[in-house]
């Protein structure tokens, strides 16, 4: 069992033996399993992979997660070749509030293993731009507004990482469907390479990302709590002043 209590501001462990989070002191929501139907028509090439990873929403909730509408998620990756690819996720763009040009933002924070995360951002029909922000345990990454995201695990381990959202919000999966994946796949080796996907014209050159911030001083879930104002961003776009 390796203890998340640290990294995450919660009583939670990960089981390696069954890639499952538990705790005796707080209920764990059931996971969602993304399986290979779900899957496939994102995937670059075939594989016989039943199961990809598993997501807990809503994990903890808290009178001031519920008060200001935000959620916290663990994902869950264990680390699978998938043909050519190393395993990664679905992929999805974010729904935009009512009257606004800006999609819901997410924040990130890795609680095991490493995190390749591929973001994308759209105009019309092309893709303007695309990013590469690599994070490690204890690290956060953000989404901006208007970026669709594909998080890859080619760490050779398995990648727990968690998320805080607005509640609200929905995934958009249409486009990676449409595209089969995102902008650059991650193909598999002692390094991962990044391959331009074939669906997409007059992709911009993948650039890299250094995270601005090493480590929070405390964790999202601990930092949301205390400072719910700092993620207001989450529910109201407009105010994000990140960049990416």
Known sequence: ???????????????????????????????????????KPV???KTKLKKFYYMYRNVASNPVFRKF???YDIT????????????????????????????????????????????????GSK????????????????????????????SRETLVMANVV???????????????????YGIAGKKIRFLPNPNYKNLPKLRKVKLKSKKLKSPIYTDCIKNPEKYIFLKKPKMFKGGA
Do not use: C
């Open 1 to 39: 069992m390796i203890n998340l209590g640290k990294v995450s501001g919660l009583p939670i462990f990960f089981n390696p033996k069954n890639d499952n989070i538990v705790s005796k002191e707080i209920n764990i929501p059931k996971a969602d399993t993304r399986t290979l139907s779900q899957m």
């Open 43 to 45: 995937l670059e090439g």
């Open 69 to 71: 509408g935000y959620r």
């Open 76 to 123: 869950v990756i264990p680390f699978h070749k998938i043909g050519k690819e190393d395993i990664k996720t679905a992929g999805h763009y974010h729904s935009k509030p009512r009257h606004s040009h800006l999609s819901f933002p997410e924040v990130y924070q890795v609680l095991h293993g490493t995190a390749h995360y591929i973001l994308q951002k759209k105009e």
């Open 127 to 154: 893709i303007k731009d695309v990013i590469l922000a690599v994070a490690k345990k204890g690290q956060i990454a953000v989404v901006p507004p208007n970026y669709g995201h594909v998080t890859i695990n080619a």
């Open 166 to 184: 607005y509640g609200r919000f929905s995934s958009k999966y249409g486009d990676y469907i449409k595209k089969h994946g995102a902008a650059y």
